[in-house]
Nanobody
Framework: QVQLVESGGGLVQSGGSLRLSCAAS????????MSWVRQATGKGLEWVSS????????AYDDSVKGRFTISRDNAKNTLYLQMDSLKPEDTAVYFC????????????WGQGTQVTVSS
């Protein structure tokens, strides 16, 4: 079955950087669009970014555009999210999800990794 395991979260100061990883298994990763979504405490899931199956198409929410970079390594079945210039409002649990920008909510996602940005 679909398995998605996120890692790389942690505590960082405002302006700092983190790189999240998501190890995927149980499906044809190289044929699937993938997304990152996040959930802040007390709020719903929020789409962050998506990438096409071959990595050529990428999309970002306006709140992270220019600061976050999504990428993937299909040889390693791994999805990444490079997060730079982090802000306290980026604090959330980050999940990787199978599916693109408009389809991730009906797919599968992992257990999440906590990102905390201190001011």
């Amino acid at each position: 079955q679909v398995q998605l395991v996120e890692s790389g979260g942690g505590l960082v100061q405002s302006g700092g950087s983190l790189r999240l990883s998501c190890a995927a298994s149980g499906f044809a990763f190289n044929s699937a669009a993938m997304s990152w979504v996040r959930q802040a405490t007390g709020k719903g899931l929020e789409w962050v970014s998506s990438i096409g199956s071959d990595g050529s198409s990428k999309a970002y929410d306006d709140s992270v555009k220019g600061r976050f970079t999504i990428s993937r390594d299909n040889a390693k079945n791994t999805l990444y999210l490079q997060m730079d210039s982090l802000k306290p409002e980026d604090t959330a649990v980050y999940f990787c999800a199978k599916g693109g920008r408009f389809t991730w909510s009906s797919g599968s996602w992992g257990q999440g990794t906590q990102v905390t940005v201190s001011s």
